[in-house]
C-alpha cells in the first residue's frame, strides 16, 4: 500500500507541475508559474483525497533526491 501512495504521489508532483508549465505558457503571471501552481494544486489534492503530508512525503523526498545534483 505504501508504495502506491508514493507512486501516487511522485505521479500527483509531476502531472501538477507540466500542466503549470502549460498554464504559464498561455497565461503568464506570477500566481501561474509552474512550481506556485504545482504547489497549491497538491496541497489541494491532498486535501480533497483525504491524504495526510507524511503520506506524500516519501514520494517528495524521492524528487528531492533525484533533483538535488540539478540544483
Not at 508514493?6 to 507540466?18: D, G, K, Q, R, V
Not at 497549491?40 to 545534483?69: A, H, M, N, Q, R
Amino acid at each position: 500500500m505504501t508504495a502506491l501512495i508514493t507512486t501516487y504521489s511522485i505521479l500527483i508532483t509531476i502531472l501538477a507541475y507540466f500542466i503549470g508549465r502549460k498554464i504559464y505558457a498561455k497565461h503568464p503571471s506570477p500566481f501561474t508559474t509552474p512550481v506556485f501552481f504545482s504547489t497549491v494544486t497538491i496541497i489541494l489534492v491532498l486535501l480533497i483525497s483525504g491524504l495526510d503530508f507524511e503520506d506524500y512525503s516519501p514520494g517528495k523526498d524521492i524528487i528531492t533526491y533525484f533533483l538535488g545534483p540539478a540544483t
